[in-house]
């Protein structure tokens, strides 16, 4: 079992910046792949970005590479999503994910959606993003 809270969400201007974590804790050695994913309000739950831990490879989504910054801090078991130059459409619920994917599927989390959103084993219970223009 893996156990993953997430905090950091608030309320900022466009233009502004923000930085997630996420602290895991549980069976943290099978959790290969960590991503951020968000969900805006009537919207599917979408992956933002991801990581390969055992090599530390990051992903993207088109929508936000250049902005946000996925990486982790191994010592105090955190995932971080620092996310810079907010716009509205940044505005949504981001969730922690983690996951025994191997890399070439964790790669197309943020991309293709490789897998429908129940099928992904641990989330936490999110934290709100909201940008103003």
């Known amino acids: 079992q893996v156990q993953l809270l997430e905090s950091g969400g608030g309320s900022v201007q466009a233009g502004g910046s923000l930085r997630l974590s996420c602290a895991v804790s549980?069976?943290?050695?099978?959790?290969?792949?960590m991503a951020w994913f968000r969900q805006a309000p009537g919207k599917e739950r979408v992956g933002v970005a991801a990581?390969?831990?055992?090599?530390?490879?990051?992903y993207y989504a088109v929508a936000v590479k250049g902005r946000f910054t996925i990486s982790q801090d191994n010592a105090n078991n955190t995932l971080y999503l620092q996310m810079n130059s907010l716009k509205p459409e940044d505005t949504a619920r981001y969730y922690c994910?983690?996951?025994?994917?191997?890399?070439?599927?964790?790669?197309?989390?943020?991309?293709?959606?490789?897998?429908?959103?129940?099928?992904?084993?641990?989330w936490g219970q999110g934290t709100q993003v909201t940008v103003s223009s």
């Open positions: 990581l390969y831990t055992s090599d530390g490879s990051t």
């Open positions: 994910m983690a996951d025994s994917l191997p890399e070439y599927i964790c790669a197309e989390v943020p991309g293709t959606a490789p897998r429908a959103i129940d099928d992904y084993k641990y």
């Open positions: 549980g069976n943290i050695r099978s959790s290969r792949c």
